[in-house]
């Protein structure tokens, strides 16, 4: 990648910023090389700061990293400060309806909804298969995204592109 072009910022939003999104961050991060960077947050997420620990454990399986990953509010990505957002995804039907901050930069927005494996009920190897599942149709969206053509992700076409794979 050309050392001029900064990679395009994701920030991948759900309720609790405990499940889906912060696989989705680890996912993008892990797969994308240069071209992207993740982040993810929630509207109210958990007051321990850590995600999931079946997320971190379906994750880990995959061999992706879970340094640095821990539940966060949107609000530290709606300061002046914070990473210009190209692109955000919302990633839970709840997230999806919430009235968000206004983000710097006006970036492109899509929504790609998954169901929330912690709510699934049962054994231990239930609620792990639940998250296993949710992972992998998350990776198969970050696979189609990560392969886009540089058109498919120039700033006007992003926002098509991200809400098309969302019926993948």
């Not at 997320?55 to 990293?65: D, F, I, N």
């Not at 990505?77 to 039907?93: G, N, Q, R, Y």
């Not at 792990?128 to 992700?153: D, M, S, W």
């Amino acid at each position: 990648m050309n050392a001029t072009v900064r990679p395009l910022n994701v920030l991948f939003l759900c309720t609790h910023n405990s499940a889906r999104s912060i696989l989705a961050e680890a996912l993008l991060n892990g797969m994308a090389g240069d071209r992207f960077r993740a982040f993810s947050a929630g509207s109210s997420p958990r007051n321990n700061q850590r995600p999931n620990p079946l997320a971190l454990e379906a994750l880990q399986r995959v061999g992706m990293s879970t340094e640095g990953l821990r539940s966060k509010s949107w609000d530290e990505f709606a300061k002046p400060d914070a990473p210009h957002m190209d692109l955000i995804i919302t990633v839970c039907d709840n997230a999806a309806g919430e009235v968000c901050p206004i983000w710097p930069g006006h970036p492109a927005m899509a929504h790609w909804g998954y169901a929330d494996p912690s709510e699934v009920q049962g054994s231990a190897e239930e609620k792990q298969a639940a998250f296993r599942k949710t992972l992998h149709a998350i990776r198969h969206r970050v696979e189609l995204f990560i392969n886009l053509p540089a058109a498919a992700i120039d700033k006007l076409s992003l926002q098509r592109s991200a809400r098309d794979l969302a019926k993948r």
